[in-house]
């Protein structure tokens, strides 16, 4: 009886793991972090989320220990323990992970939640990321000032517009009459200057008249042709280098647009590395990646397009860092200050979000865009 009984555990204790499993994979779709540890921080199982952030592989992180990936592991160690030998079922706090080499170089700021699992001698390990839920505070500010900023410029636009032209017009006009050739020369001044008033009037207007034209995209496509154009404005002292993800899928959206998004972007870098272009070491880098269960605009997306445009140059002046997307905000001697705002309209259109890490010496804008 005590063969059979044997025999028959075997299955049964082999149905509750396979079951035990299974509720783990649930874990993948999951945004948040989520490791089960054992109390030595041994780690037995890391969802799709904690795998993304800390930029390795899931059989890199099983088996490590968790507490290696904290800037203070003794507090971890702390906690796990205590929950594992049953002090108390759960317990919160602060803490900051370590990122991998050549992943953003700062910590990762994030509330850890320890929570018993069964059996009790292990831990569920949950961490949200802090910059998260300010990244989701900025993309609905960012939302709602772009259509504030829309609704704006379409408004001033028609309200130019329409002087614009009568001042243009009474130009001409007084042109024919006037015989003296220096007051001539002033009825021209007032036409080109309304003419390229007029000019950046439509520019403004341009991308809420323009219909969004939907069709399968590849974003190295895309990407490409930008590096061309680049490279054949600026053919010496720059360096377009790629870093593609070839296994990114086709989405629907709008080629030309989303052409016009890093064109700008791209072009924005080259002007700002004018003196590095002239000692020869400039460089742009276009890399493409994919992120998985990332929130955008409110929505958990399975999967979404990260295109970093990331330059060497002096960085954006902390000035208008908080404004680079604004209107009619440049860094740049002679810029329109257009270039960005149009990119953000573009990209938000794709139902994405652009967001920028600068420093001197390196500037990251990085485009987000979900995929199917």
Not at 34 to 56: R, S, T
Not at 329 to 339: A, I, K, M, Q
Request: net charge neutral; aromatic share 4%; proline share 5%.
């Amino acid at each position: 009886m005590i063969r059979l009984t044997g025999r028959k555990a075997k299955p049964e204790a082999a149905e509750r793991a396979a079951v035990e499993v299974r509720k783990l994979e649930a874990l993948d779709h999951l945004a948040t972090m989520v490791a089960l540890v054992q109390p030595d921080g041994q780690c037995l199982f890391a969802n799709a989320a904690f795998e993304e952030v800390l930029g390795l592989s899931r059989r890199s992180v099983l088996g490590g220990s968790l507490f290696d990936w904290f800037l203070d592991p003794p507090a971890m160690r702390e906690t796990v323990g205590a929950v594992t030998r049953n002090d108390y079922a759960t317990s919160r706090f602060e803490a900051q992970l370590r990122r991998q080499p050549g992943m953003s170089g700062e910590p990762l700021p994030v509330h850890v939640i320890v929570t018993q699992f069964q059996p009790p001698t292990l831990a569920l390990v949950e961490l949200v990321e802090i910059e998260q839920k300010t990244r989701q505070d900025r993309e609905e500010r960012d939302l709602g000032l772009a259509r504030a900023n829309k609704e704006l410029i379409r408004n001033l636009a028609h309200e130019i517009k329409n002087p614009l032209g009568g001042i243009r017009g009474a130009a001409q006009l007084l042109q024919m009459e006037v015989e003296s050739k220096s007051l001539t020369e002033y009825t021209q001044v007032i036409i080109h200057e309304a003419d390229r008033l007029q000019a950046l009037v439509d520019r403004l207007l341009a991308p809420h008249r323009k219909p969004h034209v939907v069709s399968d995209v590849n974003i190295h496509e895309v990407c490409e042709r930008v590096r061309s154009l680049i490279m054949a404005e600026f053919p010496r002292g720059l360096e377009v280098q790629r870093d593609y993800d070839t296994s990114i899928p086709e989405f629907r959206g709008d080629r030309e647009q989303l052409i016009q998004a890093v064109l700008n972007i791209a072009h924005n870098g080259a002007q700002a590395l004018a003196d590095r272009i002239a000692a020869g070491d400039a460089r742009i880098v276009i890399r493409t990646r994919v992120s998985r269960n990332i929130t955008l605009r409110k929505q958990l997306h399975r999967l979404a397009l990260v295109l970093h445009i990331e330059d060497n140059g002096p960085g954006v002046p902390e000035s208008i860092r908080d404004r680079i997307f604004y209107p009619l905000v440049s860094g740049r001697d002679g810029g329109s200050g257009l270039g960005l705002t149009l990119a953000q309209t573009f990209v938000q259109q794709h139902q994405g979000t652009i967001e920028c890490e600068s420093e001197p010496g390196r500037t990251i804008f990085k485009i987000l865009i979900p995929l199917p």
